[in-house]
């Protein structure tokens, strides 16, 4: 299924924040031995919804349709937080979030938000498919889950802002920012010299607007759907955080799943994952030129100041101490040293 880039920007900004309750998608299988659900948050527009219903769609033939997996866009099975709770207890198989989400339960999951820790996507997909990968899925091991090998891309984050452009580490000091509700994130901005305040996403064009806060970061699809270019003057691209959406999976399910039909939806899955990749590297491009000709302004930073300003303030030293020693060498091994 070939996607193309204005599908992508206007499916995402009509319902990427607020999209209406779309249909599941469930395959048309018979009497199926394993019929399975997959619940995640994203709008039924978006590219890892799309990828994982051709993968559901191919997982249903390969398994001459013993595997029927019925996808469920939108959070309509629930919030993250049930999502998260449904799928440990089985009553879902397959669930799709955030690794700063998912760190509520496996606390590793969650390194891949160190700041300016990868300089491009290259380092990212180094570190995520590699050995810091195989770190994190042992977590997930840990806490029963199963997560397949390939992450999907939610994109690097960027800043915005109505009064500067960021520049370097001077340009953030006092400057009052917008960010989840994270101590990873609350910890990053602080190391930074900044002074984050943490706001729930529908809560944040107004913050801008009447200047709560002067700034927040976010990937640029976010800046796009809440329409903070309409408040906001200048978006640095700082890639200061990575982010992807780990598909995992009940572990006793799982496990109850013959070794040849586990062979065929791993395949898939990891295969989607590769195909959502590039939608989404080509979605961002798009939206960098769709969102400079809504007036924001843009420019590019060198992390590498802003690293240096995060080892002396100990960030990283502190994070290294909560994530173990095993996590962070592996970390360190794809993008070097950052204590």
Same mark, same amino acid.
């Given at each position: 299924?070939?996607?193309?880039?204005?599908?992508?920007?206007?499916?995402? &900004?009509?319902?990427?924040?607020?999209? *209406?309750?779309?249909?599941?998608?469930?395959?048309?299988?018979?009497?199926?031995?394993?019929? +399975?659900?997959?619940?995640?948050?994203?709008?039924?527009?978006?590219? %890892?919804?799309?990828?994982?219903?051709?993968?559901?769609?191919?997982?249903?033939?390969?398994?001459?349709?013993? @595997?029927?997996?019925?996808?469920?866009?939108?959070?309509? %099975? /629930?919030?993250?937080?049930?999502?998260?709770?449904?799928?440990?207890?089985?009553?879902?198989?397959?669930?799709?979030?955030?690794?700063?989400?998912?760190?509520?339960?496996? *606390?590793?999951?969650?390194?891949?938000?160190? !700041?300016?820790?990868?300089?491009?996507?290259?380092?990212? +997909?180094?570190?995520?498919? #590699?050995?810091?990968?195989?770190?994190?899925?042992? #977590?997930?091991?840990?806490?029963?889950?199963?997560?397949?090998?390939?992450?999907?891309?939610?994109?690097?984050?960027?800043?915005?802002?109505?009064?500067?452009?960021?520049?370097?580490?001077?340009?953030?000091? &006092?400057?009052?920012?917008?960010?989840?509700?994270?101590?990873?994130?609350?910890?990053?901005?602080?190391?930074?010299?900044?002074?984050?305040?943490?706001?729930?996403?529908?809560?944040?064009?107004?913050?801008?607007?009447?200047? @709560? @806060?002067?700034?927040?970061?976010? *990937?640029?699809?976010?800046?796009?759907?809440?329409?903070?270019?309409?408040?906001?003057?200048?978006?640095?691209?700082?890639?200061?955080?990575?982010?992807?959406?780990?598909?995992?999976?009940? !572990?006793?399910?799982?496990?109850?799943?013959?070794?040849?039909?586990?062979?065929?939806?791993?395949?898939?899955?990891?295969?989607?994952?590769?195909?959502?990749?590039?939608?989404?590297?080509?979605?961002?491009? $798009?939206?960098?030129?769709?969102?400079?000709?809504? /007036? %924001?302004?843009?420019?590019?930073?060198?992390?590498?100041?802003?690293?240096?300003?995060?080892?002396?303030?100990?960030?990283? !030293?502190?994070?290294?101490?909560?994530?173990?020693?095993? $996590?962070?060498? $592996? %970390?360190?091994?794809?993008?070097? $040293?950052?204590?």
């Amino acid at each position: 299924m070939t996607i193309k880039r204005r599908q992508f920007l206007a499916a995402t &900004a009509a319902g990427a924040l607020a999209a *209406p309750l779309a249909a599941p998608f469930i395959s048309k299988a018979h009497a199926a031995e394993f019929a +399975w659900k997959f619940g995640h948050g994203f709008p039924a527009s978006h590219p %890892l919804h799309v990828r994982v219903v051709e993968a559901a769609e191919r997982i249903r033939k390969e398994t001459g349709g013993k @595997v029927d997996i019925a996808v469920f866009p939108n959070s309509q %099975l /629930g919030g993250d937080s049930d999502l998260l709770a449904q799928v440990r207890s089985g009553g879902i198989e397959f669930f799709s979030t955030g690794g700063l989400i998912l760190s509520t339960l496996v *606390p590793v999951a969650s390194i891949n938000g160190m !700041g300016f820790a990868f300089k491009d996507y290259d380092a990212v +997909w180094k570190a995520m498919d #590699g050995q810091l990968g195989g770190v994190i899925r042992k #977590g997930f091991d840990k806490a029963g889950l199963y997560a397949f090998d390939r992450i999907w891309d939610n994109g690097f984050r960027q800043i915005t802002t109505s009064t500067k452009p960021i520049t370097g580490p001077a340009d953030l000091a &006092a400057f009052k920012i917008r960010v989840p509700v994270s101590p990873v994130y609350v910890s990053l901005f602080k190391g930074l010299g900044a002074s984050p305040t943490s706001i729930n996403l529908g809560e944040v064009y107004a913050a801008l607007q009447t200047g @709560v @806060v002067d700034g927040q970061e976010n *990937p640029l699809v976010v800046a796009d759907t809440a329409k903070f270019y309409e408040v906001q003057k200048f978006c640095s691209i700082t890639n200061h955080v990575w982010d992807g959406s780990w598909i995992v999976t009940n !572990g006793r399910s799982w496990r109850g799943l013959p070794e040849d039909l586990r062979q065929i939806v791993s395949r898939n899955l990891n295969d989607g994952a590769q195909q959502q990749r590039q939608d989404i590297a080509g979605l961002n491009e $798009a939206l960098q030129n769709s969102l400079s000709q809504k /007036g %924001l302004i843009f420019n590019k930073v060198d992390p590498a100041p802003f690293r240096e300003v995060l080892r002396k303030s100990g960030f990283y !030293g502190e994070w290294k101490a909560k994530y173990g020693e095993e $996590a962070w060498t $592996a %970390l360190e091994s794809s993008v070097g $040293a950052l204590t």
